[in-house]
């Protein structure tokens, strides 16, 4: 399944996993958009620049690579 990117240039907010993780800091892989890899990236950036922020990780069903840890994470 692959997004139309025109979708995504509306000024809308989406949340899927609503407001409220939003504003506790929280980032979850989109469930409708499920892009392991890039989902990891894009943590990985947030988190460099944003130290609050809490990834949730996906599932192990969704497709992500096994070992992945935020590198906020304790080893």
Not at 10 to 34: D, K, V
């Amino acid at each position: 399944m692959h997004a139309d990117p025109s979708r995504f240039d509306t000024g809308e907010l989406y949340s899927p996993h609503g407001l409220n993780e939003l504003e506790q800091g929280l980032l979850r892989m989109n469930p409708n958009f499920p892009q392991p890899v890039l989902f990891r990236k894009k943590a990985q950036s947030y988190q460099a620049r944003w130290d609050w922020l809490r990834v949730i990780e996906p599932k192990p069903d969704c497709g992500l690579q096994e070992g992945f840890k935020s590198p906020r994470q304790p080893a």
